[in-house]
Each structure stands twice: as C-alpha cells, then as structure tokens.
C-alpha cells in the first residue's frame, strides 16, 4: 500500500502544528537574523532547577546576564512557518 499523502504543504502542515517549543536566546538571534523569528514567542526570564525532597536549587533570571529573556517558548508551526518561505 502507498504511504498515505496529504493534501497540505509542508507550510500549511507546519502552521496547524500547536506543540509549544522552547527556543535559546541564541536561536532567536539567528531566526531574528534571517528574518524569520515568530511575533508571537514569551519570553522565559527566569529558571529554577530543583529536585523534590533534595537540598539546594539554582535560579537563573535573565536579569543577571544583562538579557531580555534566556530564551522563549513559541508555537512549533509558528517557527516552521517562515522557514518555509526563505
């Protein structure tokens, strides 16, 4: 049996995807580069890593490196989408 096709473009595909990703600052300066970053990210400011029932954490907030955002959480069909057209 053939594989199964879809009548959408892999654009069209991508910007019905909803999964949320999580981009590094680093990537949002390349897709910022290349004009190809999403309006519509939130900006992570800060991380606590903890573990349950352990001692000690770590928090990093953007602040203390002088950032706007450690990095920025945006839907997956909205990063796609624009690669698309480059």
Avoid: N
């Amino acid at each position: 049996m053939p594989p199964a096709t879809s009548c959408y473009s892999p654009s069209e595909q991508a910007s019905q995807d909803a999964r949320s990703i999580a981009l590094s600052y680093g990537s949002k300066q390349i897709l910022q580069a290349i004009q190809a970053w999403p309006i519509k990210a939130t900006a992570i400011t800060q991380i606590h890593v903890s573990r349950r029932a352990h001692f000690g954490r770590s928090l990093i907030k953007a602040a203390d490196y002088q950032l706007a955002a450690l990095g920025y959480v945006a839907r997956y069909g909205d990063i796609v989408a624009p690669l698309h057209k480059l």
